[in-house]
Nanobody
Framework: QVQLVESGGGLVQPGGSLRLSCAASRNIFSIYTMGWYRQAPGKQRELVAAVTSGGTTNYADSVKGRFSISRDNAKNTVYLQINSLKPEDTAVYYC????????????WGQGTQVTVSS
């Protein structure tokens, strides 16, 4: 079992920045793909950024150039740096850990709210 705890959300003005953190309960980054998803009211949850165990990253087209995913293996923590925030970035952001081949190895954090508003 893996517990994921997100932090760092909040209310920010358009154009502002935030850094979200996701702390894992144990060292899993050498195996699991870590991802950040978001879900806006009335919309489906969508992947915004992910990093594989090998360090390969990928981003949703809507966030490329503004979002950056990184991880600190020593702290078992993955980050999402969000810059140039837009109102449409408002959502609950969730951290996910997904095992590449073992289906039950799919864990979610509780989510952290990001609200972009003036």
């Amino acid at each position: 079992q893996v517990q994921l705890v997100e932090s760092g959300g909040g209310l920010v003005q358009p154009g502002g920045s935030l850094r979200l953190s996701c702390a894992a309960s144990r060292n899993i980054f050498s195996i699991y793909t870590m991802g950040w998803y978001r879900q806006a009211p009335g919309k489906q949850r969508e992947l915004v950024a992910a990093v594989t165990s090998g360090g390969t990253t990928n981003y949703a087209d809507s966030v490329k150039g503004r979002f950056s995913i990184s991880r600190d293996n020593a702290k078992n923590t993955v980050y999402l740096q969000i810059n140039s925030l837009k109102p449409e970035d408002t959502a609950v952001y969730y951290c996910n850990a997904k095992h590449p081949v073992w289906a039950p190895g799919n864990y979610w954090g509780q989510g952290t709210q990001v609200t972009v508003s003036s």
